[in-house]
């Protein structure tokens, strides 16, 4: 993981979906900011960090209807985004709630980067 940002004492980290379940487990309670085109990987991996750290999940794309009904039993907050700027400030709202943020946008790194530091105001 690499970091992004800090905003409001959240960290914002960029992550790949590979590399986010074997880390998961480090960081406390955390939300995951994920573009749908990586939605599918995750939900065949990812299922174990459900409720362990992960309490929310915000999806960047338009359908959340299969990550809802995959987690429609566990205890977590799934919210849907249009952009990873909009994901990014549904997060920096939880600020109180979630130290840790971890972006899986399909964005590269450096636009990421870019992104969260034009919404730190």
Partial sequence: MKLLGNISGQQFYYCAIDDLIDRCSQVEKCVIIIDENHLEKFLTNGISIIGVCVNQIIIIGGDVNTAFFRFKDENLLLLAANTFEEAARFAK???GFFRDVICIPKEDENTAKAIIN????
């Fill in 118 to 121: 034009s919404i730190k105001v």
């Fill in 93 to 95: 709202l939880g600020a």
